[in-house]
């Protein structure tokens, strides 16, 4: 009995949960504002995935993850400013563009790495130096909270910070009520003065830097190696768990708490050996978890009014 | 260009042209000028330009060739946020309002030097003591959605003047208010106009540019056709300077009704809200073969809610309603195509059409059998025809067949929907607001055809909270109020009576 409560609950867990958190809550405030204004970027999944990849690439051949987190950011805002392009300029259809920017993502990396390394289908190649942990001084010497909460990379907290931020921008500045006002009616916020295009280019390249961010975090930061398809859909959980969240950061945080603690416990039931349940099922669990709360809250949640539909200017 | 400050002219637009996309010309060569602390009334049909012309002084829309000078100095507006600069401001016909938000949010939005930390209580309080300085009370903590259309236009205003606007632009004001709410809108841009601000109104309707002009400016197919102070301006000259010589329709003749049966026969009637309050509260009410039932009421007492039900949009909660004897509630708008009913919607863009598609296909939506061949495809010759057909019924004008309805001015799409309705020879017909937004012309040619309808043995439901129009048209008048019919008129009834029935209900 004991060992199933240690199952449960334990620092491991806890502290395997904030890890597996950091890359969702880095895309999700991104995404969270690209809603906002009324763009859904489904591409958040692709650019996650070019980040994690081109991470692995810039670490694995300078060394050094700066140069590696560097190209993800070039590539993540890269990728963005296209979808920018598209669906902001040109108007063309959102969903089917980020759909076109996963595919992309999925057919373009693992080419490029089989290009890159020919040798590696049998032995993943492996960078050298992943981002380090940092732990707090004294914070982290707490017992319990300590390695779970204060011993992780400066990403993990800059995510965790990033949600109260998020929040106070959204309720408490003048630029998040220009944004809100932009996601419920372009044309109006358009009239009203407010520039809805250049809003939105400013807020997808902020998305393009923190889901390249959250990418890098799976491939040199929780591992030191890049698998295809390695982001596995949590661009969509994202996009799922900020429609659970009602739009709001600190709903999406215990969200992505509740995602992550079902992500960690079956990375536990995988370690711990236990047949009963085949791994491939401790896998499906986390989606199933988030399918099931979308399928229970979902029904009654109202979006910004102008989520998704194309905004163009007449001249 | 101190000639034109010492001519207290606060702007003036010069040889201003606009072609929509290359190829549809809306305005050609038009003078428009405005004096510091006037009311200047913008007159014209729809499709006149008057929108356009309006939309280029706001900066919401460029001009193809033209000079536009304001205070004095020449001024190129690349959008709304320049125009606001030079203290223009334009209050659209459709609100520039974002529902979700609450008032002092909305008004602050108009502000471009707000703060970046923002603290709503305190600015909830500024934008209140704001308001009762220009006397406009509100409650800036309301969220705007639960506002009646008056106090959304009141917003409107006050936003306007917490942005520093002293130059005022109203398009089609007064087409969403009801009687009582007009007054009390022209009351305040008097009082506004005697603080020194300035205001141009663009409207259709020749009584109330009598009524509140200082100078009167008519358009006419996008040219400029005379410009005239309010002496020099009479109801008849101003309707021959819009409508053109020789093009006036007179107003349609009235026949004599003859009484049929009973067709639709409500009774007891439930209908619950959006926010699950009931709205509809037990309505009992006959429509005879062959008449014209108008239902009048100020909005928001039910009839909204009433009309969705009757149509299918909505289900009912309780009570029954029959047609031609056989029990017809909760039925689907399909079903009721089937039986041969009409239905003209308030929301336009909304119900009325399906603004994306062509102008084509939307003529033909509720007859695409009729333009099928017998492989059940469309033929596109027999679609064309079709779409001819209801096109010329009130002559819409839309750049070409395939231009998608949303480009088309909101007049026209209403010709399109009423010519389309009338087309399908209903026996019922349900007509919400069906000729708000319409001009002299259009709305004069409306009522014939709903005449007509009623005339070869139709039953027509009019809806509207003009009560001129239902007087006009009407053989009966049943009043709504609260969710209730709380009086049953006719026509010849005295005003006073409706109107009070109308504001407090069933009397005695």
């Known amino acids: ?315 | 260009m101190t000639e034109q400050l010492s001519a207290g002219l606060i702007v003036s637009m010069q040889g201003i042209t606009k072609v929509y996309e290359g190829q549809v010309l809306a305005l050609e060569d038009v003078d428009f000028d405005l004096r510091k602390g006037e009311i200047h009334v913008l007159l014209g049909e729809n499709g006149a330009g008057k929108s356009t012309l309006m939309k280029i002084l706001a900066g919401a829309l460029k001009p193809t060739e033209g000079r536009i000078f304001v205070k004095g100095r020449e001024v190129s507006f690349s959008s709304p946020r320049d125009a606001y600069r030079e203290g223009i401001g334009m209050v659209h016909q459709h609100f520039t309002l974002i529902p979700s938000l609450n008032v002092a949010e909305n008004i602050l939005l108009g502000d471009e030097k707000m703060d970046f930390l923002l603290h709503m209580p305190k600015i909830a309080d500024t934008v209140m003591k704001f308001a009762d300085r220009v006397n406009l009370s509100v409650d800036a903590r309301t969220p705007l959605h639960t506002l009646s259309v008056g106090e959304k236009q009141r917003v409107e205003i006050l936003k306007l003047l917490y942005r520093g606007a002293d130059i005022m632009i109203f398009d089609e004001p007064t087409s969403v208010l009801g009687g009582l709410e007009v007054e009390s809108f022209f009351e305040t841009l008097r009082s506004l106009t005697a603080q020194g601000s300035s205001a141009i109104l663009v409207t259709h309707k020749i009584s109330e540019a009598m009524n509140i002009a200082d100078r009167l400016t008519v358009l006419r197919k996008g040219k400029k056709i005379a410009t005239l102070t309010k002496d020099e301006a009479d109801e008849r000259k101003l309707v021959e300077l819009m409508i053109g010589p020789g093009e006036v329709i007179p107003p349609p003749p009235s026949a004599e009704r003859k009484t049929g049966s009973v067709v639709l026969k409500i009774r007891g009637l439930q209908v619950f809200d959006d926010l699950g309050n009931l709205a509809v509260r037990g309505v009992n009410l006959d429509l005879f073969e062959g008449e014209i039932l108008g239902l009048a009421g100020v909005e928001g007492n039910g009839q909204e809610e009433l009309v969705e039900t009757l149509v299918g949009l909505r289900k009912a909660h309780g009570g029954t309603i029959e047609y031609q004897g056989a029990r017809i509630r909760n039925l689907k708008p399909r079903d009721l195509l089937d039986l041969g009913w009409a239905y003209i919607p308030a929301d336009r863009l909304g119900r009325g059409v399906a603004p994306e598609l062509d102008v084509m296909l939307n003529c033909c939506m509720k007859k695409l059998d009729e333009v099928a061949d017998k492989f059940k495809l469309i033929n596109q010759r027999n679609l064309s025809e079709l779409a001819k057909k209801v096109i010329s019924m009130l002559g819409v004008k839309a750049p070409s067949q395939k231009a998608p309805v949303k480009y088309l001015s909101g007049g026209n799409i209403q010709k399109l929907i009423v010519g389309r309705e009338a087309h399908l020879n209903p026996k019922l017909l349900i007509a919400e607001q069906p000729t708000a937004g319409l001009d002299v012309k259009t709305t004069n040619l409306t009522h014939s055809i709903l005449l007509e309808m009623r005339n070869r043995g139709a039953s027509v439901l009019l809806v509207s909270t003009n009560l001129d129009e239902i007087l006009k048209l009407s053989d009966r008048i049943a009043v709504i109020y609260k969710g209730e019919i709380a009086g049953i008129f006719s026509p010849k009834d005295d005003v006073g009576l409706i109107g009070t029935c109308m504001l407090r209900g069933k009397q005695g």
């Open chain 1, 1 to 315: 009995m004991s060992e199933f409560i240690d199952l449960l609950i334990s620092v491991g867990i806890a502290s395997a949960m904030i890890r597996l958190m950091t890359p969702l809550l880095l895309a999700g405030v991104g995404e969270l504002f690209v809603q906002k204004s009324g763009v859904l970027n489904l591409g958040v999944e692709g650019i996650m995935l070019f980040g994690a990849f081109f991470a692995f690439i810039g670490t694995f051949f300078t060394g050094n993850v700066g140069y590696g987190l560097a190209l993800a950011i070039v590539v993540g805002v890269a990728i963005n400013l296209l979808f920018a392009f598209l669906t902001v300029s040109m108007a063309v259809d959102q969903v089917v563009t980020g759909l076109a920017i996963n595919i992309a993502a999925i057919g373009t990396t693992s080419y490029l790495y089989r290009a890159t390394f020919p040798y590696a289908t049998a032995i993943p190649a492996k960078t050298e130096t992943i981002i380090e942990v940092e732990p707090i001084p004294f914070l982290s010497s707490i017992p319990y909270i300590g390695p779970a909460l204060f011993s992780h990379t400066v990403f993990t907290y800059a995510a965790l910070l990033l949600v109260p931020v998020a929040a106070f921008m959204i309720s408490r500045t003048s630029w998040g009520l220009r944004v809100k006002a932009i996601g419920e009616d372009p044309h109006v916020a358009d009239l009203l003065g407010l520039n809805v295009v250049r809003t939105r280019y400013f807020i997808l390249i902020m998305e393009g830097v923190l889901a390249a961010l959250a990418g890098s975090m799976l491939s040199i930061s929780q591992y030191n190696m890049f698998l295809d398809n390695m982001t596995q859909g949590r661009g969509y959980i994202v996009v799922a768990l900020i429609i659970l969240g009602r739009w709001s950061p600190i709903n999406f945080l215990a969200g992505s708490l509740f995602f992550a603690y079902i992500d960690a416990l079956q990375l536990r039931i995988q370690a711990a050996g236990i047949t009963i349940i085949p791994y491939q099922f401790a896998l499906m669990l986390p989606y199933l978890a988030s399918f099931a709360a979308l399928a229970l809250v979902g029904r009654r949640v109202k979006g910004p009014a102008s989520l998704a539909k194309p905004y163009k200017k007449v001249k």
